[in-house]
């Protein structure tokens, strides 16, 4: 009789122990998934469970140096356990590190991992492109010599206009003495001949 009641025992206990195993909650998807490369922002994580989750289960995110990225707010909808992000997040690797506590009340831990390669949002792009730096090309010297001619006086040239040449200040004269010699001779011709 004793052994009856042993085997009873025994097979009751196989029987709870998958029963009680089978109450732990484990991850059964996510958005990211596992090992995902996301292509457009992202601000809200979503972890799925295959069994009920208790309000007090929580996730922590950390980016590729391992500093933790803040969780604006979590909220669990049984057993869905979503995290809002304050802003979506940046292009690069990231690590959702996630405990939860099942509805028997053990705790169950994990983690995944996903990366982020977004395009920048057109605002940030343009931003970018209005605080790049403007480089302006240094003047050559054959310019700045072209700026110096046409800038500064050509003063040569106006000690020219106003020092006329001495050749033709020359000739006036020239010809002025040579008409007053023909006169003179004019005039002393005139006068012998009358005598």
Same mark, same amino acid.
């Given at each position: 009789?004793? &052994?009856? +009641? %042993?085997? @009873?025992?025994? !097979?009751?206990?196989?029987? %709870?122990? /998958?029963?009680?195993? *089978?109450? =732990?909650? =484990? %991850?059964?998807?996510?958005? #990211?998934?596992? *090992?995902?490369?996301?292509?457009?922002?992202?601000?809200?994580?979503?972890l799925q469970f295959d069994a009920g989750i208790e309000p007090l289960s929580t996730i922590q995110l950390f980016n590729e140096n391992e500093e933790e990225v803040p969780v604006e707010d979590i909220s669990i909808d049984s057993p869905v356990l979503t995290a809002s992000l304050a802003e979506p997040l940046a292009n690069g690797q990231y690590r959702v590190a996630w405990t939860i506590i099942g509805a028997d009340t =053990?705790?169950?831990? *994990?983690?995944?991992?996903?990366?982020?390669?977004?395009?920048? /949002?057109? &605002?940030?792009?343009?931003?970018?492109?209005?605080?790049? /730096?403007?480089?302006?090309?240094?003047?050559?010297?054959?310019?700045e010599t072209i700026e110096e001619e046409t800038t500064e006086p050509d003063l040569a040239t106006a000690d020219e206009e106003?020092? #006329? /040449?001495?050749?033709?200040? !020359?000739? #006036? @004269? @020239?010809?002025?003495?040579?008409? $007053? $010699? %023909? +006169? *003179?001779?004019?005039a002393g011709w005139l006068?012998?001949?009358?005598?």
């Open positions: 009789m004793k &052994n009856y +009641f %042993l085997l @009873l025992a025994c !097979i009751y206990c196989l029987l %709870l122990f /998958p029963a009680a195993a *089978g109450a =732990h909650s =484990h %991850l059964e998807s996510s958005t #990211p998934a596992d *090992g995902e490369t996301v292509e457009e922002p992202l601000d809200t994580l979503e =053990h705790t169950t831990e *994990g983690e995944f991992s996903f990366s982020v390669d977004a395009p920048a /949002p057109e &605002n940030e792009a343009a931003t970018e492109e209005q605080d790049a /730096p403007v480089t302006e090309e240094p003047e050559t010297e054959q310019e106003e020092d #006329p /040449p001495a050749a033709e200040t !020359i000739v #006036p @004269l @020239l010809t002025t003495a040579v008409v $007053i $010699i %023909l +006169f *003179g001779a004019l006068v012998r001949r009358r005598k």
